[in-house]
Nanobody, 125 residues
Framework: VQLQASGGGLVQAGDSLRLSCAASGRPFRSWTTAWFRRTPGEERAFVAAIWRTGSSSYYANSVKGRFTISRDNAETTVYLQMNSLKPEDTAVYYC???????????????????WGQGTQVTVSS
């Protein structure tokens, strides 16, 4: 499967953005999908994940209550709705997917074998 991330941009603090991650080659069905972000000099940090069944979602504490991860009914696109954006949300955002994760491993970037190319989100104060 190939992943294509899009939707990044430059916004002001308090604004919203929706990122999309489209799968080509096969749908996300039975794959855990996630969003990570990276700032210069840092490792990729977990943002949110949706479990392979689509029944549960998980968030980093820093985005809980502001970001929502979802998957479309065709299970070919995963979204990250980002509300009340803050300057500290500025990063390159990556989508990731893998069919073989266990629940305890979903927040670790090293466990994902499929990645999108990243999309820049910049939040100005």
């Amino acid at each position: 499967v190939q992943l294509q991330a899009s939707g990044g941009g430059l916004v002001q603090a308090g604004d919203s953005l929706r990122l999309s991650c489209a799968a080509s080659g096969r749908p996300f069905r039975s794959w855990t999908t996630a969003w990570f972000r990276r700032t210069p000099g840092e490792e990729r940090a977990f943002v949110a994940a949706i479990w392979r069944t689509g029944s549960s979602s998980y968030y980093a504490n820093s985005v809980k209550g502001r970001f929502t991860i979802s998957r479309d009914n065709a299970e070919t696109t995963v979204y990250l709705q980002m509300n009340s954006l803050k300057p500290e949300d500025t990063a390159v955002y990556y989508c990731a997917a893998d069919p073989n994760l266990i629940l305890s491993s979903i927040s670790s970037a090293s466990n994902y074998n499929y990645w999108g190319q990243g999309t820049q989100v910049t939040v100005s104060s």
